[in-house]
T-cell receptor
Framework: DTAVSQTPKYLVTQMGNDKSIKCEQN?????MYWYKQDSKKFLKIMFS???????INETVPNRFSPKSPDKAHLNLHINSLELGDSAVYFC????????????FGPGTRLLVL | AQKVTQAQTEISVVEKEDVTLDCVYE???????LFWYKQPPSGELVFLIR??????QNEISGRYSWNFQKSTSSFNFTITASQVVDSAVYFC??????????????FGKGTHLIIQP
């Protein structure tokens, strides 16, 4: 069974469009995260979400918004896509208070044309 | 604020050589976790190891070994008898325990390891 899954795996879209990336975890974790890996391979945290509360937001444009319908899901919505949004986005989850339990999803490669 | 430095951007060695990837970290927290991940060309993040700040024992797993030294804030990774399949980008990462680790992982910029046959 996949611990953290993301859909789609690849996403190609035009500038200005709105898109979503879905993330699901079946580990019973209570905290989920989104990371962005840019073209230089640099990985950086975007959001973490716990019990429907956004915990951090690291200087991410407000075009990006996480949406959590339940504890097992944290979807990433992106409005008005820009060329610079092209990247690989990784979802992760963990138990709050136990960062050593963090698991990563397989990543979603987003290309904005 | 926490910081992870991987000074080696790219390392190229010939197969069967030993290679060490350096990682230096900064944190004000007394409780923290250190990680190494491998990212092969296929793109997924493969977990290799995690250590907590209270466990300075070195660890060996097959051809892989890790040297954690709090005195120098380093967590170096050595591959013995390297193989072509070890070619990948390797990331060192840090998670502080403050706020329950909700700040996520802080990654270094990665070291691209190339093993030539």
């Amino acid at each position: 069974d996949t611990a953290v899954s993301q859909t789609p795996k690849y996403l190609v879209t035009q500038m200005g469009n709105d898109k979503s990336i879905k993330c699901e975890q079946n580990l019973g974790h209570d905290t989920m995260y989104w990371y962005k890996q840019d073209s230089k391979k640099f990985l950086k945290i975007m959001f973490s979400y716990n019990n429907k509360e956004l915990i951090i937001n690291e200087t991410v444009p407000n075009r990006f918004s996480p949406k959590s319908p339940d504890k097992a899901h944290l979807n990433l919505h992106i409005n008005s896509l820009e060329l610079g949004d092209s990247a690989v986005y990784f979802c992760a989850s963990s138990h709050l208070g136990r960062p050593e339990t963090q698991y990563f999803g397989p990543g979603t490669r987003l290309l904005v044309l | 604020a926490q910081k992870v430095t991987q000074a080696q951007t790219e390392i190229s060695v010939v197969e069967k050589e030993d290679v060490t990837l350096d990682c230096v970290y900064e944190t004000r927290d007394t409780t923290y976790y250190l990680f190494w991940y491998k990212q092969p060309p296929s793109g997924e993040l493969v977990f290799l190891i995690r250590r907590n700040s209270f466990d300075e024992q070195n660890e060996i797993s097959g051809r892989y070994s890790w040297n954690f030294q709090k005195s120098t804030s380093s967590f170096n990774f050595t591959i013995t008898a390297s193989q072509v399949v070890d070619s990948a980008v390797y990331f060192c990462a840090l998670s502080e325990a403050i706020r329950g680790g909700a700040d996520g992982l802080t990654f270094g910029k990665g070291t691209h390891l190339i093993i030539q046959p």
